[in-house]
């Protein structure tokens, strides 16, 4: 039987609104730094591949903490962060991104970067220099960690509100969803919404639909990371797709993790015939060994989506996006051309993406 040609995904032009600061991380660049400056890895990051990682139980989660905290030990300095945001704007290029917002707790970093502030002020300056040396637009999410106390939470929105002119766009709330409460951090967001970001808390991953639907009534969101678990919830669906909510679903990541066993047991489907707005996300490809071309992938190769299916994928990821509108309508456009180029035969050696690619 004759294979149906497919247009490559890598030439698709899409958003990416849920990527992670250290998880954007190559692997080779972990290894270097981690030799540079004479750190030792655990085994699961120094071998070069993809850890093997299940977070359904506490203690998967706590390992899974434990290695991302390892790999952002190695991010030490100013041109750590550079190299770090040079190189996730390389590989978005590449992908067919056109537009990236890259989440980040400064929190994380200040200590060795001179406090908050200076952390905040390095990364923006290092998406700046990135943005212009790849054509590709990015912009910030300032996180808080839901496991520190809403005082800090508090601290970052504040800070987040500082820089809205400066390229920080939204305020999120990251780590495991199970514990604490939303509405603990309420205070938080809604000074974050005051100053003009998008509330774009994580929820409905590793808790089930009720975590987003306190996502929306606690935090008002206005996208949320992950969100897959609401397709546990058919009032749950109607609501998002009534009110447009993007979920940043990210297939690699959720079965990664343990919360599916399967890639064609994501819930992808069915979130997208729902009519619920959708951003294929890679979360944290250092760990997860996949980054934004392969969710698409993913989403052909398992869930049968055609490459109409995959064009309005991508509108999606644009139109949930806090792009600029010239930047909107220049995606919107290449994505129609994608769709009207004519298909590689299947088996056929995909050609780079040309670089300057907006």
């Given at each position: 039987?004759?294979r149906v040609p497919v247009?490559?995904v890598?030439?698709l ?5 849920h ?5 954007s ?6 290894l270097?730094l ?6 030792h890895?655990?085994e699961?990051?120094a071998?070069?591949?993809?850890p093997k ?6 203690r ?6 434990r290695l ?7 991010l ?5 962060i550079?190299?770090?945001?040079r190189?996730a704007a390389?590989?978005?290029r590449?992908d067919g ?7 980040v ?8 970067l ?22 590709v637009?990015?912009?910030v999410?300032?996180?808080a960690n839901r496991?520190?106390h809403?005082l ?5 929105a504040r ?16 780590n495991?969803?199970r ?6 951090f309420d ?5 974050a919404?005051e100053?003009?970001l998008l509330?774009?808390p ?6 089930g639909?009720?975590s987003v639907r306190?996502?929306l009534d606690?935090l008002?969101a ?5 969100g897959v678990?609401a ?5 749950l669906?109607?609501?998002l797709?009534e009110?447009?909510i ?11 993790l ?11 489907r ?7 707005p959708?951003?294929l ?5 250092l760990?997860?060994?996949s980054?934004l071309?392969a969710q698409?992938q993913?989403?052909r190769?398992a869930?049968g ?10 509108r999606?990821?644009v139109?949930?996006?806090l ?5 909107r309508?220049?995606?919107?456009d290449?994505?129609?051309?994608w ?5 590689a ?7 780079p993406?040309?670089a300057?690619?907006?």
């Amino acid at each position: 039987m004759d294979r149906v040609p497919v247009r490559d995904v890598r030439r698709l032009p899409k958003a990416h609104l849920h990527l992670h600061f250290t998880g954007s991380m190559r692997t080779a660049t972990l290894l270097e730094l981690a030799d540079k400056y004479g750190m030792h890895l655990p085994e699961a990051l120094a071998s070069g591949e993809p850890p093997k990682l299940r977070a359904t139980d506490e203690r998967g989660w706590f390992r899974f903490q434990r290695l991302y905290d390892s790999a952002r030990a190695v991010l030490r300095s100013e041109e750590d962060i550079a190299r770090l945001v040079r190189e996730a704007a390389e590989d978005e290029r590449a992908d067919g991104s056109g537009w990236l917002e890259i989440q980040v707790d400064p929190t994380s970093y200040a200590p060795l970067l001179g406090g908050l502030i200076p952390t905040v002020e390095t990364v923006l300056g290092a998406v700046e220099d990135a943005s212009r040396a790849t054509g590709v637009g990015i912009r910030v999410l300032i996180a808080a960690n839901r496991m520190k106390h809403p005082l800090d939470a508090r601290t970052l929105a504040r800070l987040a509100v500082r820089y809205a002119d400066r390229g920080v766009v939204g305020f999120g709330l990251s780590n495991d969803e199970r514990r604490g409460l939303a509405r603990d951090f309420d205070r938080a967001f809604r000074i974050a919404r005051e100053g003009g970001l998008l509330a774009a808390p994580h929820g409905g991953e590793l808790a089930g639909p009720e975590s987003v639907r306190d996502c929306l009534d606690d935090l008002g969101a206005g996208r949320v990371g992950h969100g897959v678990r609401a397709a546990e919830d058919p009032a749950l669906l109607r609501r998002l797709a009534e009110e447009q909510i993007t979920c940043e679903v990210c297939p690699a990541s959720n079965v990664a993790l343990g919360v599916y066993e399967r890639p064609e047991d994501v819930p992808l489907r069915r979130l997208f015939e729902a009519g619920v707005p959708l951003a294929l996300g890679a979360d944290d490809p250092l760990l997860f060994g996949s980054r934004l071309a392969a969710q698409y992938q993913l989403a052909r190769d398992a869930h049968g989506f055609t490459d109409e299916e995959l064009a309005e994928l991508a509108r999606q990821s644009v139109r949930g996006s806090l792009a600029p509108p010239d930047v909107r309508n220049r995606l919107l456009d290449g994505i129609d051309a994608w769709l009207q180029a004519v298909p590689a035969p299947a088996g056929a050696v995909p050609q780079p993406v040309a670089a300057g690619r907006g």
